[in-house]
């Protein structure tokens, strides 16, 4: 009979459950004082047992003559929690794989020195839908020979084009075409923020070109919130 104790801790039930159990099973039926004497357990035990058998559906009881004699259940009721158990799963599954699987946002952060850092740029952003810029200086339309075949690029793709300068700039090549929009703030300006796509570019332009381009579509939206406002407040032409 050890070995079917053990068997039946396998199947979830305690040592002392697995005892009583089995003795059911042999007697047919017992009051919970014989069934304490039998197996030389303490009788309080054994009807804490009894209870915890009861609620597992492995012990039922009669009443006769206002005492309770106590009988093991069919022993297919040991596949009641595993069905149980089995139909929760089941249940489960469906709501887990509706669960969104976090999604790593593509970052990336590169400095470039040279006119080549900004050809990069530029090259990224004839793939957006719109470019806006602020603190725009117009110094890369000079740095680099081939802008105004850029400018005509991105005219013939329909980017929308949104550039925020200086007052001092209108007017000037950089600053003139016309299916370009325009605004201007009193604002000095060394470097010039650009965004576009999930893409932020800042570029300082002197002796020698120096841009720091970023990829995080949440900081590229970001500082397009906040270039929506600077728009808002910024004069026209």
Same mark, same amino acid.
């Given at each position: ?54 609620? #597992? ?12 004699? $106590? ?16 139909? $929760? ?9 509706? !669960? ?55 005219? #013939? ?17 950089? $600053? ?23 893409? !932020?570019?800042?570029?300082? !332009? ?20 906040? $270039? ?10």
């Amino acid at each position: 009979m050890a070995a079917f104790e053990e068997r039946l801790q396998k199947a979830g039930l305690t040592g002392n459950e697995a005892k009583v159990y089995l003795e059911l099973l042999k007697r047919g039926s017992s009051s919970a004082n014989a069934l304490a004497k039998k197996i030389g357990m303490d009788r309080t035990l054994v009807y804490t047992i009894l209870n915890h058998l009861i609620e #597992k559906g492995l012990v039922n009881y009669i009443v006769k003559a206002n005492k309770k004699f $106590f009988s093991a259940s069919e022993p297919e009721n040991l596949l009641n929690p595993v069905k149980e158990k089995s139909a $929760f799963i089941q249940d489960l599954i469906p709501e887990l794989k509706k !669960i969104e699987k976090i999604q790593e946002i593509p970052q990336e952060i590169k400095i470039y020195e040279g006119k080549e850092g900004l050809r990069v740029m530029v090259n990224l952003m004839l793939k957006s839908k719109e470019y806006c810029a602020f603190g725009s200086t117009g110094r890369a339309f000079y740095a680099l020979y081939e802008m105004p075949v850029v400018a005509k690029k991105v005219m #013939k793709a329909n980017i929308r084009v949104r550039i925020i300068g200086n007052t001092k700039l209108k007017g000037t090549p950089p $600053f003139a075409y016309k299916k370009f929009e325009y605004k201007f703030l009193d604002i000095d300006s060394e470097a010039t923020t650009n965004i576009f796509g999930d893409y !932020i570019a800042i570029h300082l !332009i002197k002796q020698k070109p120096l841009v720091i381009l970023i990829k995080n579509k949440l900081i590229a939206q970001t500082y397009r919130n906040h $270039f929506e406002v600077l728009w808002k407040i910024a004069k026209k032409a």
